[in-house]
């Protein structure tokens, strides 16, 4: 079974420019997460999805990011525009959910955006 | 929210040493997760124990759930076990969306 897969693995991009991040979930897992690590602190939630619905997107730092998870499968995330701080390592998560079944969530290898 | 605290928060040990890693958090969690961060800054599950023993290889974790902690063992560290390694958690209150709380994470060198 293939695990969260991340694209890019690396992108390099100027302020005010705009970059799209995806994210395949492990197949059949219904909830999405994605995170980011910034300027070596702590990882912290961005957004949630249930499917096609963002369940809780309250980790959201500004209306620059913009996510999306058509058809309940893959999901986007787009920084437009990007800037300094929006530099970091951004991880998705994916997991089950069916009652009786662990909580766990699996976590892709992350895409590192660097923003110049 | 729910607060997780890591410590110690930098370790350097010489290779084949053994190490206790302790997270606590400060409510009741249905998932609490060890995580190892690479050099190349990718996160690798080790272990997901809301509570109890698990053992994988020359790791180990235990959670006491009613004492809110959890440990992580290392056995005879090597080289490639340098990284960050995170503990998150999610807390039992936090609705629907089960989302990780992470701690600020304990930077492990080996050392040869």
């Known amino acids: 079974e293939a695990g969260v897969t991340q694209f890019p693995s690396h992108s390099v991009i100027e302020k005010g420019q705009t970059v799209t991040l995806r994210c395949d979930p492990i197949s059949g897992h219904d909830n999405l997460y994605w995170y980011r690590r910034v300027m070596g602190k702590e990882i912290k939630f961005l957004l949630h999805?249930?499917?096609?619905?963002?369940?809780?997107e309250s980790g959201m730092p500004n209306n620059r990011f913009l996510a999306e998870r058509t058809g309940g499968t893959y999901s986007t995330l787009k920084v437009q525009p990007a800037e300094l701080e929006d530099s970091g390592v951004y991880f998705c998560?994916?997991?089950?959910?069916?009652?009786?079944?662990?909580?766990?969530?699996?976590f892709g290898p992350g895409t590192r955006l660097t923003v110049t | 929210g729910i607060q997780v605290e890591q410590s110690p928060p930098d370790l350097i040990l010489q290779e084949g040493a053994n190490s206790t890693l302790r997270c606590n958090f400060s409510?009741?969690?249905?998932?609490l997760q060890w995580f190892h961060q690479n050099p190349w800054g990718q996160l690798i599950n080790l272990f997901y124990?809301?509570?109890g023993t698990k053992q994988n290889g020359r790791l180990s974790a235990t959670t006491v759930a009613t004492e809110r902690y959890s440990l992580l063992y290392i056995s005879s560290s090597q080289t490639t076990d340098s990284g960050v390694y995170f503990c998150a958690v999610a807390s039992v209150y936090g609705g629907a969306t089960n989302k990780l709380i992470f701690g600020t994470g304990t930077l492990l060198a080996v050392q040869p």
């Open positions: 409510d009741s969690v249905n998932n």
């Open positions: 998560a994916s997991s089950q959910d069916r009652v009786g079944y662990s909580y766990e969530q699996y």
């Open positions: 999805f249930v499917k096609e619905s963002k369940q809780d």
């Open positions: 124990i809301p509570s």
